[in-house]
Structure formats: structure tokens, C-alpha cells
């Protein structure tokens, strides 16, 4: 028998840890061929956009669960690639930059040293040979190249919108920087401009989008929000003839079975034909003042119900084509131009915004559906049988809908019609800190791509890049940047003065990964057919529209540009929760902002990143107390002391008691992590410690084992551990070693016998395991791989399968 007690010392994370994080990038061991891997796992954190302070404990948490998801790959075999990188353009870091009177391309690097300096300490295996970083000319030229991509297929378009301005940032916002009417940013109220931008036309891909989501490997919520973001609305366009005019108004109506209950017609005041009502109108001046003061709101404000109604009579009529009825047409700001057809037929005894429309204008209300309850101070918006509509009458909505489609369909007076909530990409943005949008405008021919071997267009270096005050770009008052000839005609010229929107160059940075290396293409086809769709996805739930959306759309987009021959980029993705600080959201203003170094100095990365992940579910996040941590620490001196003092370690067979305890660890553990429960991984590894702590000696074996399973979560002491344990000439890291696999002849499992039957006839009795046994489809696969009851299927058509947890799966067939 031998013995020996490993000659470590004290436990000293700053030591250990600066050790191994030089090893391990001198022995390349984060970093797999991207050509020869066999097995290729691509583990995926979001792109950070790091602040200029740099790393946060909200950052860390993140990727250190990230991380050890990707560690515990790497250790079953798995090439993995976890790469990294940043996401600095933008406004918000040009504001900062701002703010502080810095350049923001000079702050952008003193981030970046700063981020990545604080990446190395927290111990994440990150292949730092691959880095992307948005302003680099080298990934934005590609960024660029795609937007002319975009413009050859025709889903880059111009178009004049009314977009939301802040008149304090001097910029244009998208609709999800508006928060409540105000700027995300500044909170200053934001108004309407209407300006020339330039769009990306994902609506054309609106359909795709939502087709796939129940295919995705992604959390349910993430899934409803993507679906309900995407808004399908089956309804109908109704035409409606204006008396006096020769014009069609076109409304949308998801509910035709209530147009003769329609008793007003509501346009949008951003609508065409208020310029005519205004030429035409007795009341000029009320709707052009009501016009002025519907551009101060936004649309969220707009819409929303409960919200006082306002409007104004155009002092026009419309006739109702089933029933010749006039109805008034008034503009109200309700109605919103960029939905449907910007007009509406207005029902308020079932749509509850035209009710309370109605009840402050003294409008009719006409009842056309038979529901509970009167209508006198609600709508009634559910379904029925319809009345006071003369043939109509007696149909069943909806389920007889589509008696009444076909009846306004025969007459011409409407059309079957699908609409998306979906808007087009806003891509514009009037500001510095961006990729140059690469366009050029020549008086004879139009708007042209820079050609691909012009590309990229730097964004040049200037003083001057602050907001100028007018909707235009800093770079609008460079002509030295914008004079440029066509290169078409090779006549005058000027170039895009706009930059685009960072929801651009996030939207493809992990196509990017895999190729930094090729400068003559976007991404290798090879490496991308190799790699991607991404293994997992990891990041906040708060990008669960734009970001993923946009990120999937340019996978569309890519896979019809033929470069890559899949449709999805994330097979699965993990939204992880968010961390708080004692109770209250972290923020600047607050001044609770925990920054991870002096904890990291304090305890080392280890104590952080096992303490964060023991907080809560990773997917539920963590309220972090100074007074937590201590306890973290101590876990992980007590695990040191173990291996190191308390504990011989023998070569001899170990007893059956600790063998059992060790592989249910490992059973355990490799669950947990399996589905990113870490804190449940890391109680029972404490639970392991409290075991083995009574003993007095441990097999070798088990407590490699051991390091093993605490090597994603502390990959430190785990390395310093097993390295004492197993000193060898050439270096073989503890990450790169197998994950333990568990015996289940070690463990003590519950059996339960499940009855097979057909139509109730008994074929066979299976054994399951205890755990096995809430898993419906696990338990009738078993069934059916029953010899015997294979045979009594045989040729026989299974009607349905019935499991009675625990106890029966019956086959019901003909
Ligand atoms: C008549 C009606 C009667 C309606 C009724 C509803 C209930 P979703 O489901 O979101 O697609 N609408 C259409 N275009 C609009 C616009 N540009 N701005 C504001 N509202 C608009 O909603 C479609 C319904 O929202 C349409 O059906 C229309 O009102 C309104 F008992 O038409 B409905
Ligand atoms: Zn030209």
C-alpha cells in the first residue's frame, strides 16, 4: 500500500491562478483546430458590449456559466470553441466617450485593453487567437459588404418614415430605445421626424421567422416573445367609398363579421388622405393642429388601450358597402400608419378602443354580435352569433368566419389579407461611431453599392464627432469623406453620410469567429459548414426579439445568398436570469455596481465564480451579499485542505460506501450541468466534501474524480490539485481530461416495473429507474423496444399510447 499527502501549502488563489492562466494559454489548450476537430462544439456567449468601466459582476456571471458549460464539453470529448470578442461600436459607447471628452475610437481601445485584461483573470477558457471586434476596418468591411449584398437583392431600401428623434441625444431611436415615450439613454420625450433611411426588409422574411420558432431548441418564453413579436394577423381588406371623392378608403379588419356593426371610419393622421381632407376640409386648422400634436406621441403610447382617446372629424362620410350606411371619417392617433393599411372601420360595440372613441365623441354604437352582458360601458370582444346583419344573421363567429369571407369576396367588397406587426429594419443611424453605410448617390444614376473592392469604407478619424444638431451625420460635414465619384457613371458623386445601426454588426459576429483569419471573404464556407449552427447559445433574455431575430434573419439571408446550407443559427438557446445586488438592480446611479476585481483579488476568480453560481439557477439569476462570498471561500480551502492535509490518499481499492457516494456525485453532477443547474451541481459537491471530510483516507481515483467534476466551476484549484496529484513530465491539464462516467451498478437505484399491455392485455413487464420514470417518452420508447411486445405490434397500426406514470404504458391499436 502506498500513501503520501500532496506537499501543497497554503491555499493561495493569486498565485495559483496567474500560474495556470499562463499555462494553459502557453499550451494552446482553448484553442482547437478549426480544420481537424473531429468533434465540434461551438459554445457561444452573447457579444459583449462592454462599458468603459469595463467588466461588471453581471458580465462575469454570464460567461462564467458560459464557461463551465463549455468546460464540461471539452472534458466529454468535445472540440470546443468558445470564442470571444466585443461589440464597440455604437451609441453607447460613443455617449460615454462623449461624456468623458474622449475620441471614441482612442476610448475604444482603452476599453478594449481594460475588457480583455479583466477576461484573462476570471479563468474562462477562451480561444484568444480568434477575437472580433466590430470596429476593426477588418470586420467591418464585411459588415459593409453585406449591406450591398442586401441592396443587390432589393432588401435594402430607402424609404421616408417617421422615425423617433430625442432631441438630447440628437439622434434617431428605434421603436424598442423608446421606453414610456421617453429616451432609453436620456430619458429626454421623444418626438416624430420624418426622414430618408435606409431599411432592411425583414418583413419579406417575416413568414420563415415564424414558421421555424417551434422547431428551435430554445426556452418557451424566448419563443412566445419571438412569435408574438413577429404578430400574424389574419384578417381581411374592406374598400369603403368616399362620398364626394372617387376614392377607395382600404381599411384591415381582422374581424368582418362585425362590419355592419362598423359606424365610423378612423384614418391615421399620418394617412395620404388627410392632405386632401385638409384642402378640402371646413376644418383646416383643428386637423392640422391635431396632426402637430399626434407627432409627439409615440406609437406604444398611441395604441395602447385605456389611453384617453383623441380626434378630430375630417368632415367627410363614408358609405358602408353592405348595408349603403354614411359614416363619418374622422383622424384619430389611434390608428397607426405603419400597420395594415393605416385606416381602420371602427366598431365600438366589439373593438374596446373604438368604444371609448364612441362614448367621448357621441358616435353610434350598433351591437352585432350576441355575447353576455350589455354594452354600455365595455365592448364586447368576444364571440357569438351574429345579429342586426340581415343575412348574416344566425352565424356563428368564428368559426363561420369564413362564411362571411367568401360572402364579401363574391361581392368585391373584400380580400382575404395577412398582416405582421413586424416592421422593416431600421438600419440608419445619424451619428459617428459606425461602419460608413456603403452607398453612393449620383444626380444620373441613382444610389449604387460601393463595389466590393472598395470596400471597406473607413470611417475617417475627425474632431468634430459629435452630434451636429440636425438629423444628419457628424460625416455630412466632411465633404473631403463624402465626395466621391459614381461608379457607375464615373461622374460626380456623394456618398452615404449615415452609419449603421449596431444591431447590424451583432447580427453575423459568430459567422465571423471561425474565419478572422481570411481577408478576401465574410467567413470560409468550410469552417462556417463545420462549425455552425451553433451548438448552444448562451445570453440575456432581454435580446430575446432584436438581437435573435436579427441574428436569424441574416442566417436566412445567408443561406439565399447559397453560402451556407442551413436556415437556423442557434440550436439551442439558454437564457440565463440577471444579477442583482442585495435586493436592488445594479446601476450606476445606485452606485451598486459590483466590479469583480478587488473580490478577484481578494479570493480569487475561483471563490467568484462558484459563489455567482451558486446564488440561484443560472436561468432564474442571483442576489449577490458581500457576507455570501466569505462562505464560497471557505468551501473551497475546506476542498484544499482535504486534498492536501486532511486526507491520505492511497492507491488501495476503495470502499464501497465512497464509491457509491462518488458516483452519485458524478451521475448527479453531470445532470445538473447538463442542463445549466449549477447551483444544484455545486451543493452536491459540497455534499461530497461533507462525506469525505469523516474519512481518513481517499483513493486516488476518487478524488481525480472529484477534481474533475469541481474543474468546470473552479478550474484553478482543480488544475493545482491534480497536477500535485499527477506530476508528469509533459503537462496534461485537468480540462482536458475526461469527464468521469458513473456506474449505475454502484448506485442503488429504485426500480420500478412498468406493465406493457395492448388493449389492456398484459405483453411484458420493463424495469425503469426511478428517475426515468416522469419521462413519458423515455418509458414508452422502452416499452416498445420490448422483445415481446414488439411482437405483439407487430404489423398492427398503434392508435394511441397511453403511459400511466409509474405503473402502465398500453398500446391501443386497431
Ligand atoms: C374592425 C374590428 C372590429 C376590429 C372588432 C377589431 C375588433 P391585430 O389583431 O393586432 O392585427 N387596426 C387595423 N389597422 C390598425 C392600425 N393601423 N392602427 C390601429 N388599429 C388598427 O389587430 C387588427 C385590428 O386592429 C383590426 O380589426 C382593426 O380593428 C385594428 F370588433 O377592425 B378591427
Ligand atoms: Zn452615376
Request: proline share 5%; glycine share 6%; aromatic share 12%.
Amino acid at each position: 500500500m502506498s500513501t503520501k499527502k500532496s506537499d501543497l501549502g497554503q491555499y493561495n488563489p493569486p498565485e495559483i491562478e496567474k500560474k495556470w492562466q499562463k499555462k494553459w494559454t502557453e499550451e494552446k489548450i482553448y484553442q482547437p483546430d478549426l480544420d481537424k476537430s473531429k468533434k465540434p462544439f461551438y459554445n457561444l456567449m452573447m457579444f459583449p458590449y462592454p462599458s468603459a468601466e469595463g467588466l461588471h459582476a453581471g458580465n462575469m456571471y454570464a460567461f462564467a456559466g458560459a464557461d463551465i458549460y463549455s468546460r464540461f464539453k471539452r472534458m466529454q470529448g468535445f472540440d470546443v470553441f468558445e470564442p470571444i470578442g466585443l461589440d464597440g461600436f455604437g451609441i453607447h459607447s460613443e455617449n460615454f466617450a462623449i461624456k468623458i471628452g474622449k475620441h471614441p475610437a482612442d476610448q475604444a481601445k482603452t476599453s478594449q485593453d481594460k475588457f480583455y485584461d479583466q477576461l484573462k483573470q476570471i479563468g474562462n477558457g477562451y480561444d484568444w487567437s480568434r477575437t472580433v471586434e466590430t470596429y476593426d476596418p477588418d470586420y467591418y468591411k464585411w459588415t459593409q459588404w453585406i449591406f450591398t449584398q442586401m441592396f443587390k437583392k432589393g432588401l435594402a431600401v430607402r424609404k421616408k418614415s417617421p422615425v423617433n428623434y430625442c432631441p438630447s441625444c440628437r439622434t434617431v431611436l428605434a421603436d424598442e430605445q423608446v421606453i414610456d415615450g421617453k429616451c432609453e439613454r436620456c430619458e429626454t420625450v421623444v418626438v416624430k421626424k420624418d426622414l430618408e433611411q435606409w431599411f432592411f426588409k425583414i418583413t419579406d422574411y417575416a413568414e420563415k421567422l415564424l414558421k421555424d420558432i417551434p422547431n428551435l431548441n430554445w426556452s418557451e418564453k424566448i419563443k412566445i416573445a419571438q412569435t408574438n413579436w413577429i404578430g400574424k394577423s389574419e384578417g381581411m381588406k374592406v374598400e369603403f367609398k368616399l362620398q364626394n371623392f372617387d376614392i377607395l378608403l382600404k381599411v384591415f379588419t381582422t374581424r368582418p363579421d362585425t362590419l355592419f356593426g362598423a359606424t365610423f371610419l378612423v384614418v391615421s393622421p399620418e394617412h395620404p388622405i388627410v392632405k386632401t381632407f385638409i384642402s378640402k376640409s371646413e376644418n383646416k386648422e383643428e386637423i392640422k393642429k391635431y396632426i402637430e400634436q399626434a407627432q409627439k406621441k409615440t406609437e406604444q403610447e398611441r395604441m395602447a388601450e385605456g389611453k384617453e382617446k383623441t380626434g378630430t372629424f375630417s368632415g367627410f362620410y363614408a358609405i358602408n358597402p353592405v348595408n349603403n350606411q354614411q359614416l363619418p371619417v374622422w383622424i384619430a392617433d389611434y390608428v397607426v400608419m405603419g400597420y395594415g393599411t393605416g385606416a381602420i372601420m371602427a366598431v365600438p360595440a366589439h373593438d374596446q378602443r373604438d368604444f371609448e372613441f364612441a362614448k367621448k365623441y357621441y358616435l353610434k354604437i350598433i351591437k352585432v354580435i350576441k355575447g353576455e352582458g350589455q354594452i354600455s360601458d365595455k365592448a364586447y370582444t368576444g364571440e357569438g352569433i351574429i345579429m342586426n346583419s340581415g343575412e348574416w344573421n344566425g352565424w356563428q363567429t368564428s368559426f363561420e368566419i369564413a362564411k362571411v369571407q367568401d360572402w364579401l369576396t363574391k361581392k368585391g367588397i373584400g380580400k382575404k389579407q395577412v398582416h405582421y406587426h413586424l416592421r422593416d429594419w431600421l438600419i440608419s443611424r445619424q451619428r459617428y461611431w459606425g461602419p460608413p453605410i456603403p452607398m453612393i448617390f449620383c444626380e444620373k444614376c441613382g444610389w449604387s453599392p460601393v463595389p466590393e473592392k472598395d470596400l471597406p469604407v473607413k470611417l475617417p478619424y475627425i474632431e468634430d464627432y459629435r452630434p451636429i444638431g440636425s438629423d444628419k451625420s457628424p460625416l455630412a460635414t466632411h465633404p473631403e469623406f463624402y465626395n466621391t465619384t459614381c461608379p457607375n457613371c464615373k461622374g460626380k458623386a456623394v456618398r452615404e453620410t449615415d452609419v449603421s445601426d449596431t444591431f447590424l454588426d451583432s447580427s453575423w459576429y459568430f459567422f465571423r469567429y471561425t474565419s478572422t483569419e481570411f481577408k478576401n471573404e465574410a467567413f470560409s464556407k468550410e469552417r462556417v459548414k463545420k462549425w455552425l449552427p451553433v451548438n448552444i447559445y448562451i445570453g440575456g433574455a432581454e435580446h430575446a426579439v432584436l438581437h435573435l431575430l436579427y441574428s436569424r434573419f441574416m442566417t436566412m439571408f445567408f443561406h439565399d445568398l447559397g453560402l451556407i446550407d442551413f436556415e437556423e443559427p442557434f440550436s439551442r438557446f439558454f437564457a440565463h436570469g440577471l444579477l442583482i445586488k442585495e435586493g436592488a438592480k445594479m446601476s450606476k446611479s445606485k452606485g451598486n455596481v459590483i466590479v469583480p476585481d478587488s473580490y478577484i483579488n481578494k479570493y480569487g476568480a475561483d471563490t467568484m465564480r462558484c459563489y455567482l453560481m451558486f446564488l440561484g439557477q443560472f436561468s432564474q439569476g442571483g442576489d449577490f451579499y458581500d457576507t455570501g462570498i466569505e462562505g464560497m471561500n471557505r468551501f473551497l480551502n475546506r476542498v484544499w485542505n482535504l486534498a492536501t492535509k486532511k486526507l491520505e490518499i492511497t492507491d488501495k481499492e476503495e470502499d464501497k460506501e465512497t464509491l457509491k457516494e462518488i458516483h452519485e456525485i458524478i451521475k448527479g453532477v453531470t445532470g445538473d450541468i447538463e442542463k445549466l443547474s449549477y447551483n444544484t451541481a455545486i451543493a452536491k459537491l459540497m455534499e461530497f466534501h461533507n462525506f469525505a471530510v469523516t474519512k481518513k483516507t481517499i483513493g486516488k481515483d476518487v478524488l481525480i474524480d472529484y477534481l474533475k467534476l469541481l474543474a468546470p466551476f473552479a478550474p484553478f484549484i482543480a488544475e493545482e490539485i491534480y497536477q500535485s496529484l499527477n506530476p508528469s513530465a509533459k503537462f496534461k491539464s485537468i480540462h482536458i481530461q475526461l469527464w468521469p462516467v458513473f456506474n449505475p451498478n454502484l448506485i442503488e437505484e429504485e426500480i420500478i416495473k412498468i406493465a406493457v399491455q395492448e388493449n389492456v392485455k398484459l405483453r411484458d413487464i420493463i424495469e425503469i429507474s426511478k428517475d426515468e420514470m416522469d419521462n413519458e417518452e423515455l418509458v414508452i420508447k422502452k416499452a416498445e423496444e420490448s422483445q415481446k411486445v414488439k411482437k405483439a405490434l407487430q404489423g398492427k397500426t398503434v392508435k394511441n399510447k397511453i403511459y400511466i406514470k409509474g405503473k402502465v404504458v398500453n398500446f391501443v391499436t386497431e
